[in-house]
């Protein structure tokens, strides 16, 4: 492999490089949504919802280490190159099939495996590739821009995918996703990403590849406020995803798809607002205090969701909640980004990913029947809440069990943070953990979530 040696940093070529992802981003949420609907009306259960993000995410994480370590020992923007391919090739694969009426759930769910697959190698080379593009001064708004292609995907896709759906078919919206792909390929054939010299062998044997996966944990270890971040994340992102995960059966128990679209925009509205915050202003000093103080917002967000059965009172409290995501994740990011060498980024924002991420499985695997067969059935006319404050405050019917769920899940992210701001640690990281990035010049030998 060829490594090359950092160019002066800018913007520009991370511009370039953010375009197509974003439009791929975007194609991708027309997909989500067009399926979120074949499930819910095909099954009229949540577990199914629960079983396809389960499937979605299992996968990337468990391939974290691994992709660390290739995107630290091999060409990253062949890695992204590789993987948007593979994507496109599995969306086509979605297009024939719904095309000839023959999608089954399995199918869903496999697909959905395979992208996160393709996630798990993908997502640590661009991460790590941010750092050796933009200028450290930057970094804030170069990941506000991340979260800002991701808020366009919530804003938009619901929005195109409820008009195409109309126009011209499921069909014709797996195809406008396909064709998404090609923006992004064709955009990193046209940059370069420079590529650090690697911090050992060069050799990819499969011994050098296992030290390069311990070398994450063993990089990470010796460091407790980041382990300590990484925990708290772990902590969050399984209760943002017990109740989030179920937020489209929770619409569909009293609206339609034109419903569910209307709060899909709202969420993807707040989260606009918060990566168009950070965009401009690129975050405060003491990111640990935003990431922590955005974080327990989010839980406040989920409380006022749990709080009616309305479209209006539920788009208010995700916009609330989707606000302060991209403030906490770009502020994460950024901390990471500026305390980790370039050349070990992909094998430490790996393990990164895979703790902040390792409790989100089993948010996945119980929440969709815990809402059938537990929360549901007790918040039903005469279940065993209806009668209770619960059932005073939140009513009581469909969708009102998956509403207890989310007042949950508010209050333990409420209280994770306190948690968090408690552990001097985490408080005092970033005056206990120096900068690993110079100012300028190359650098010395990164479903809801923050990580």
Known sequence: ??????????????????????????GSGLTSFALGVWIFQKTGAATPFSITVLMGNLPRILVAPLAGAAADRWNRRRIMILTDSLNALVT???????????????????????????????????????????PKDQLGRANGFISLAQSLEMLVSPL???????????????????????FAVGTLLLVNIP??????????????????????????????GLIGLLVYFAQVNFFL???????????????NPATLGAVQVAMGAGMLAGSLLMSVWGGSRRRVLTVVGGICMTGLGFLITASRLSAW????????LMLFIPVASASAAVIFQSRVPPEVQGRVFSIRSLISTSMMPLAFLISGPLADRVFEPLMRPGGGLAGTLLGAWLGTGAGRGIGVMFLLAGLLVIF????????????????????????????????????
């Open 160 to 182: 195109l995918a409820g008009f195409l759906l109309v126009a011209i078919g499921f069909h014709g919206v797996v195809l406008i996703d396909f064709l998404t792909f090609f």
């Open 1 to 26: 492999m060829t490594f090359i040696q950092p160019a002066p940093r800018s913007m520009r070529t991370f511009f370039v490089l953010w375009f197509g992802q974003m439009i791929s981003i975007i």
């Open 241 to 255: 995803n017990f109740a989030a995960v179920l937020t489209t059966p929770l619409v569909l128990s009293f609206g």
């Open 313 to 320: 009172v539920i788009g208010a409290g995700l916009f609330f």
């Open 92 to 134: 086509l694969g979605l297009v024939l099939v719904v095309a000839a009426d023959a999608l089954q759930l399995w199918m869903v769910y496999l697909s959905a495996a395979i992208f996160s697959l393709c996630s798990g190698f993908q997502d640590p080379a661009y991460s790590a590739s941010v750092a050796m593009l933009v």
């Open 195 to 224: 590529q650090p010299a690697p911090s050992g062998s060069g050799r990819p044997s499969l011994q050098a590849l296992w030290k390069d996966m311990r070398f994450g944990f063993d990089w990470l270890r010796g460091r407790p």
């Open 416 to 451: 994770s943070s306190l948690l968090a701001w408690a552990n001097p640690h985490i408080r005092h990281l970033e005056s206990e953990l120096p900068e690993a990035l110079a100012a300028e010049g190359p650098a010395s030998p990164e479903y809801l979530s923050v990580n």
